[in-house]
């Protein structure tokens, strides 16, 4: 057991993508990320609501671009989104 490390065997870390290029694409679809259609409440079940991806699809396209394996370390991407609400305070609709 002191050999598995954290996560167990199947673990794997997610790769770290340079924060700046992800503010890139996210500032490339802005229009996107401050409207995420049916993705902005998430139900219950949080399934995968397939009219609310498409209409990502994009957005989705360059971050696969980025990140072939879709999983993406959340530090990177929530410094992205920081940059780009210090960038244009106007985007931050929430109450």
Do not use: I, W
């Amino acid at each position: 057991m002191s050999g598995a490390g954290k996560g167990g065997a199947r673990h794997k870390a997610k790769p770290y993508v340079d924060p700046g290029l992800l503010f890139k694409v996210l500032d490339k679809h802005e229009d996107l990320v401050t409207d995420l259609k049916g993705y902005e409440v998430l139900p219950r079940n949080n399934s995968v609501h397939p009219k609310a991806l498409h209409s990502l699809l994009p957005l989705l396209n360059e971050l696969l671009d980025l990140v072939p394996s879709a999983e993406c370390h959340p530090g990177p991407l929530r410094q992205a989104l920081y940059q780009m609400l210090q960038k244009k305070p106007c985007l931050n609709t929430s109450k």
